[in-house]
């Protein structure tokens, strides 16, 4: 499970193999279609680099440190070798600066929880919110201009406000493509929720906004949470390792 659910982090935050990330040659921008489509390929290479980065099955915090270490400094020099078209210079540089501070991070984590300590430690306490919101911000320009590209933006559905959305009645909900589907689901008082983790192979959380509830995480393809809702209102929840994914639990009497 280890092995599968690095590959899906690891695609989201970072690259292997500066070949891809070349200079374009003198002076001269890429175009947006050009780097995009360096991008997206930089995606499909980091599926590949992140089948097995540890060459273990169980790999160990320090083995997750070492290798998201070299792919960070890797991405960043292959980064600063791109020069991208001018509008976007600014979501490239904060692309850059994003993955440095993530690396910054990757020593205290490390010495926080211990080499041996089980890998999976690792990746609840490491922030991916701002590689993440980099990643996704470039993501959005490609939409918006209609140009093919998938550099690594696993929001999903994330980021709508449930409020906006219908409720559905329902007491199942499943966690998966980044968000929470149904997102707005309506029950009744006495109700129990159950939220279960999908084929993400990435950690998830259902987080109260007002701290009523925390699954703490959710790892495993099946993992189950249950909340009891005993009292009528509106119960807005999160992901605490992805904050863009949101839901909302409305609860009649």
């Known amino acids: 499970m280890m092995r599968i659910y690095l590959v899906a982090i690891v695609s989201v935050m970072l690259v292997l193999s500066l070949g891809l990330v070349a200079a374009c040659g003198g002076d001269d921008a890429l175009s947006e279609e050009e780097y995009f489509a360096k991008l997206t390929e930089l995606d ?5 680099a992140g089948d097995e980065p540890s060459g273990d099955e169980d790999p160990t915090v320090g083995q997750i440190a070492d290798t ?7 991405y960043i020099s292959g980064l600063e070798d791109i020069k991208p078209p001018e509008d976007l210079e600014d979501e490239h540089q904060e692309l850059i600066d994003a993955i440095k501070e993530f690396a910054e991070t990757i020593p205290g984590v490390r010495d926080d929880l211990g080499d041996d300590a089980p890998g999976e430690e690792f990746f609840g306490e490491i922030d991916f919110e701002r590689a993440d919101a980099a990643f996704c911000a470039l993501q959005k320009v490609a939409d918006d201009k209609g140009i093919e590209a998938d550099v690594g933006c696993e929001e999903g559905d994330g980021g709508v406000d449930p409020s906006t959305l219908p409720a559905e ?3 199942e909900v499943l966690i998966e493509d980044f968000s929470f589907q149904p997102a707005h689901i309506q029950v009744s008082v006495g109700d129990t929720v159950t939220w279960t983790q999908g084929a993400d192979d990435a950690l ?6 007002d701290e009523s509830f925390d699954s703490d995480n959710l790892s495993d393809e099946g993992d189950t949470f ?5 009292r009528a209102g509106e119960f807005s929840y999160f992901c605490s390792i992805h904050p863009e994914m949101l839901g909302l639990v409305t609860v009649l009497e």
Do not use: G, L, R
């Open 204 to 209: 998830h959380t259902v987080t109260a906004d």
């Open 169 to 171: 009645e329902a007491t």
């Open 68 to 74: 998201f270490t070299e792919i960070a400094n890797d």
């Open 44 to 48: 499909k290479v980091a599926d590949e």
């Open 226 to 230: 249950e909340s009891t809702f005993e």
